[in-house]
């Protein structure tokens, strides 16, 4: 027999004995079940056998009954975000010139930071890829601040940015264009549009760069955007009018109905919305006007009205015009 052969069966051997090892420490001896470790305890799921004690514990030395008793606890940092373009990872300099205690900094010790401050921010951006990102990410999270947008479309327009700067789709386009692209994506995909009239009030740059920016990255990145629901607006705008509930349920149904008869085909969501809107406060006797439902909308009221005799002919199965 070679010594090859002999190796390969002595380190056979080992690995064998080694998971045999493996399972005798995570089985019971008494009854083979499952162990598992309950703060410096080993103890079996199946009998309760406490099989090993004195661990080393690696939780955390307190104990905590609610999440805001277990935020004043903690002493780590805060989770990776990708809405910052260091991920949250670096260090960051408060601006106010006071020490733990709140007490002013003297003149030496403010001049000091200020330096601080200067170099800190330097080696954050180290290159023009970095620089770019945190400029876009300043965007976005302004954008989305004004648009009332939740923090999970601020991280999903994040990534997106990310994903067009990786795949190298800035070339001959804004780094505002893009990121509001991104935004406006972001804000579709989680159900929560805006329109494009709302998108370009809070961007620096023209509707129809929006807009052509817009197709090409959802093309290049190969997003899975949805047509815009009309009923996705309805909540906001009933809000916005302070509409009843009843009011906001009736707008649903007239959509609803509008679908069932294909009216919405070809037809702006945002107007269609807008109209709904308005015609379900006129059905529930609540005031308001197609001059408030234009405004808080941005739609015209040529629009609205277009719209309303519409989705109430369709509700009474009357033939379109």
Request: negative net charge; glycine residues 6%.
């Amino acid at each position: 027999m070679s010594n090859s052969n002999v190796t390969a069966r002595t380190r056979t051997n080992e690995v064998s004995r080694e998971e045999e090892r493996e399972s005798e420490e995570t089985a019971c001896p008494e009854c083979s079940g499952n162990l598992v470790m309950q703060g410096a305890e080993t103890v079996c799921q199946d009998c309760g056998l406490v099989v090993e004690t004195d661990e080393i514990d690696r939780g955390p030395e307190w104990r905590a009954f609610d999440a805001k008793e277990k935020d004043e606890k903690s002493r780590v940092g805060a989770p990776t975000t990708n809405m910052m373009h260091d991920k949250g990872l670096s260090t960051n300099i408060d601006w106010r010139d006071k020490d733990a205690y709140g007490n002013s900094l003297g003149s030496n010790q403010r001049k000091k930071m200020q330096r601080l401050r200067k170099w800190n921010e330097r080696f954050r951006t180290r290159d023009s890829k970095e620089r770019n990102l945190k400029q876009a990410l300043g965007e976005i999270d302004r954008m989305a601040s004004a648009l009332g947008l939740p923090e999970n479309v601020r991280e999903t327009a994040s990534v997106i940015y990310r994903r067009a700067l990786d795949e190298d789709l800035l070339p001959g386009r804004s780094i505002e264009g893009v990121s509001t692209s991104s935004v406006y994506a972001a804000a579709r995909q989680a159900g929560v549009p805006r329109s494009l009239d709302e998108i370009t009030e809070v961007s620096r740059v023209e509707k129809s760069e929006i807009a052509r920016t817009y197709r090409y990255v959802v093309r290049e990145l190969g997003l899975e955007v949805q047509p815009a629901d009309p009923e996705s607006y309805v909540p906001r705008f009933a809000s916005d009018l302070d509409l009843s509930e009843e009011a906001e349920l009736r707008a649903r149904k007239l959509l609803q109905n509008a679908k069932e008869q294909g009216v919405h085909s070809g037809k702006s969501p945002v107007g269609l919305a807008a109209a709904a809107v308005y015609a379900a406060a006129l059905l529930t006797n609540e005031k308001t006007t197609q001059a408030a439902v234009s405004e808080v909308a941005d739609i015209s009221e040529v629009t609205i009205r277009n719209r309303y005799h519409e989705l109430l002919e369709a509700e009474q199965g009357l033939p379109m015009a």
